[in-house]
């Protein structure tokens, strides 16, 4: 081995600023970089994570859509379904995301970065911009499928540019709270039982099925819950169907949600420290 | 603020929920020492590390790091320290460097140093060739050393190292050691952990023995095996009356002291150990007429000084500590 010159030595005066903020742009930045690296090298999940979407819609649209069809009116099964397949897609991204932050986390690696002058919250940053990167390729994947059964939006530029709005803030509320649960679960197993809600939910949504057809009980929690008014504005966006209020409701519930997670993460996150390891 | 020790703690103290951990604990590392932090599985040695790495704050008691308190000035703190745990941190799906650029840029390294910095600590951990590799395919010394470099890559004044050599086979050990050495030998004051008396002996200056939450014993490695005993000439004999009649020659009693406790056909003999000395006791021997079945010069080992200080001796060295 070569000798090395590792001296100790005064460090430039940018470098050695001990202000917080000084180089939180850069942080940001890199633990960005190293997330989308990361998640790209994880081809089982990304192979996954296109592959689920695409079975499921091909049993939604081929198995159960001739049945649903019947209870449609005005537009096909494929054009209704679409988006539920795409929030679908997103939530087993977050799942993913809730993993990596749990392996982090029970790893040694958070214990480097909170052992330099690094503001330990850029890692979950640099996660959740991770996760909307990975979650724009398998969407495009999905609906470039959705495309080639038969799926044919009217959208103008605008809208389609305001589904991707919208699909882009889902994915970063739910991610924020995989995030969260990855920062408070302690094993892999407790993650992935976590997260398994953010991929039940949306079945009890308009997703699938208009949730005029559920029970009143489910009926009302379909109505209600998050996944509905994202889905009615994503398909209204993209296929011309009734927007209402839900524009409106999805962005509140998922600034909401965003919001709450990211700072119940960051506060746990915050608080490791002082805690045994 | 630099004539600072490397590390100055003064009566730390922990305690996770009712169990204490730390029960004043006072270290001083001064600049460019290496001090090696001995001690069974939950001794402290981890949580006392990850307190002065600014990881865990103290529950009692004061730590100051080049100069720099660990819970007030917690940030100056990681600007001038490394801390190398004993799970690695790296990323396996990542190359080696990939790794280090990522260390490097979050280290703040200007931009156009990067690159160089990178390539010099590759070279000189021996990871050149396997730089484009992912860390995956690593063996156990290669990651080792890897995790090494990445908490190098800022030149650290202050390097904390948990336990740096558990679980690497003697061929990667010493690997490890010489690039240590190396590190310390441009001026980086050192503290390291570890159940390797070997490993103590081979890089300390100074060794600081902690059992049950406090430092029991705190020298040089020399010094504390001279609080043991002095080296001695050991005489193994063929009979009872052999030994009585060298033991007569010598001004010694027969006894305990070699091989089974009450054994009477052992000798042993104080020594400082010099050429002459020795030279002595062996013709004061050869002059009795008495041949021994065997004799030895021993001198106490840190396991000994270990076993005498802590009361029970050392881990099994596969074992990891658990602070948690």
């Known amino acids: ?277 | 603020m630099n004539d600072s020790p490397a590390v100055e703690a003064e009566g730390l103290t922990h305690r996770y929920g009712s169990v204490g951990v730390l029960d004043g604990v006072d270290l001083t590392l001064h600049r460019g020492e290496v001090l090696a932090l001995l001690g069974p599985n939950g001794a402290g040695k981890t949580t006392t590390v990850r307190i002065l790495s600014t990881l865990l704050e103290p529950t009692g008691g004061r730590a100051r790091v080049a100069g720099f308190d660990v819970v007030r000035e917690a940030r100056r703190v990681r600007e001038v320290i490394s801390v190398t745990g004993q799970s690695a941190a790296v990323d396996d799906k990542l190359t080696g460097r990939e790794n280090l650029v990522t260390m490097a840029r979050l280290a703040h390294l200007p931009r156009a140093e990067v690159r160089a910095r990178v390539d010099e600590l590759l070279d000189a951990f021996d990871l050149a060739s396997a730089a484009g590799r992912r860390v995956g395919t690593y063996s156990g010394g290669m990651r080792r050393r890897l995790d090494l470099a990445a908490g190098l890559v800022a030149r650290p004044r202050v390097l904390f190292l948990d336990e740096p050599s558990t679980g690497l086979d003697p061929r990667a050990r010493q690997d490890l050691w010489d690039v240590v050495r190396d590190v310390v030998a441009q001026g980086t004051s050192l503290l390291l952990t570890t159940q390797y008396l070997e490993e103590a002996d081979q890089l300390a200056d100074r060794v600081a023995v902690l059992d049950g939450g406090r430092v029991v014993a705190d020298g040089t490695p020399a010094a504390l095996k001279a609080r043991v005993g002095e080296a001695a000439v050991e005489l193994d004999l063929a009979t009872a009356d052999d030994a009585a009649r060298v033991g007569s020659a010598l001004g010694l009693v027969p006894g305990p002291g070699v091989g089974e406790p009450g054994a009477t056909t052992a000798l042993r003999v104080p020594t400082d150990g010099t050429l002459a000395h020795v030279r002595d006791v062996l013709d004061r021997v050869d002059a009795t007429g008495v041949v021994p079945r065997g004799w030895s010069v021993v001198s106490p080992t840190l396991d000994d000084v270990y076993l005498a200080l802590t009361g029970h001796p050392t881990e099994h060295p596969t074992e990891q500590e658990d602070a948690a």
């Open chain 1, 1 to 277: 081995m070569t000798t090395l010159a590792t001296a100790p030595r005064a460090r430039t005066a940018a470098a050695s600023s001990a202000r917080p903020g000084a180089h939180l742009a850069a942080d940001v930045w890199t633990m960005v970089r190293r997330c989308v690296l990361l998640v790209s090298r994880d081809v089982d999940s990304l192979v996954m994570g296109v592959a689920l979407p695409v079975m499921l819609m091909v049993v939604f649209v081929y198995v159960f859509g001739g049945a649903i069809q019947a209870g449609l009116d005005g537009t096909t099964y494929l054009n209704y379904v679409t988006p539920g397949i795409v929030l679908l897609c997103a939530g087993f991204g977050a799942a993913n995301t809730a993993l990596a932050v749990q392996q982090d986390v029970a790893g040694g690696i958070v214990d480097r970065f909170r052992s330099m002058p690094v503001t330990a919250w850029t890692l979950l940053v640099g996660h959740v911009v991770a996760s909307v990167v990975k979650n724009l390729v398998t969407t495009g994947v999905v609906v470039g499928v959705a495309y080639l059964m038969g799926f044919r939006p009217d959208a103008t530029l605008a809208e389609w540019l305001g589904a991707v709005g919208i699909i882009v803030l889902w994915v970063v509320a739910i991610t924020w709270a995989a995030t969260f649960v990855g920062v408070v679960v302690r094993s892999v197993d407790a993650a992935s039982a976590a997260t398994f809600v953010m991929l039940f939910v949306p079945y009890v949504s308009s997703a699938f099925v208009p949730p005029q057809t559920m029970p009143a009980l489910l009926r009302g929690f379909a109505e209600h819950q998050p996944v509905t008014p994202v889905i009615e504005t994503i398909r209204g966006l993209l296929t011309g169907t009734e927007l209402g209020t839900s524009p409106v409701l999805a962005v509140v519930w998922c600034v909401g949600i965003a919001t709450v997670f990211a700072v119940l993460a960051g506060v746990v996150f915050g608080r490791r420290r002082h805690r045994a390891g």
